[in-house]
T-cell receptor
Framework: GAVVSQHPSWVICKSGTSVKIECRSL??????MFWYRQFPKQSLMLMAT?????????EQGVEKDKFLINHASLTLSTLTVTSAHPEDSSFYIC?????????????FGEGSRLTVL | DAKTTQPPSMDCAEGRAANLPCNHS???????VYWYRQIHSQGPQYIIH???NNETNEMASLIITEDRKSSTLILPHATLRDTAVYYC??????????????FGSGTQLTVLP
């Protein structure tokens, strides 16, 4: 299947700093990518939809000024957690859609675990 | 999207078939049934999807009832590496849509040695 890669896979930072997470589609172009957040023992929750060349669409309750999303190319979307705090510690996962002949399955990155001290 | 109901957890002996049920009684005619799984601390992995007919691939088989109100994911010979949370998601075709999948609680499958 299609490959979606995230970097870094894990990061530890101090409270108040900013952290950037990259999501790349390695063997296909993705005009749309999605960012999810997952807290321990909970399911994935969609944060935002990243659109190449335009502004991201955020889900209700997600602060767009805190979680900056940039989708500057067809193979790269970045999520920047600004002024991170311990409550932002979570598993962040991106996904991208492959436009196949039938239904266009979603493929997911490996996830990035953020720990804010 | 139609709501799905899955048991929170299941056990399966290694080498045996794992049958994971999913109820989606409010599914619409144009909605597909998708299955993903998430191994601990990894991103979700696509397994299989179907509309009406039963489907099979190298990972699993998907059996959808004739009335489409429920389905079963079958892992024919479960291994320890199949231990994961399995998500059954009902969604209309993702093609041509900016919509994405909504994940429920899933079923924690534990394959026992």
């Amino acid at each position: 299947g299609a490959v979606v890669s995230q970097h870094p896979s894990w990061v530890i930072c101090k409270s108040g700093t900013s952290v950037k997470i990259e999501c790349r589609s390695l063997d296909f172009q993705a005009t749309t990518m999605f960012w999810y957040r997952q807290f321990p023992k909970q399911s994935l929750m969609l944060m935002a939809t990243s659109n190449e060349g335009s502004k991201a669409t955020y889900e209700q309750g997600v602060e767009k000024d805190k979680f900056l999303i940039n989708h500057a190319s067809l193979t790269l979307s970045t999520l920047t957690v600004t002024s991170a705090h311990p409550e932002d510690s979570s598993f962040y996962i991106c996904s991208a859609r492959v436009w196949q002949a039938n239904t266009g399955e979603l493929f997911f990155g490996e996830g990035s675990r953020l720990t804010v001290l | 999207d139609a709501k799905t109901t899955q048991p929170p957890s299941m056990d399966c002996a290694e080498g045996r078939a794992a049958n994971l049920p999913c109820n989606h009684s409010t599914i619409s005619g144009n909605e597909y049934v998708y299955w993903y799984r998430q191994i601990h601390s990894q991103g979700p992995q696509y397994i299989i999807h179907g509309l009406k007919n039963n489907e099979t691939n190298e990972m699993a088989s998907l059996i959808i009832t004739e009335d489409r109100k429920s389905s079963t994911l079958i892992l024919p010979h479960a291994t320890l590496r199949d231990t994961a949370v399995y998500y059954c998601i009902v969604h209309r075709s993702l093609r041509g849509s900016a919509r994405q999948l909504t994940f429920g609680s899933g079923t924690q499958l534990t394959v026992l040695p």
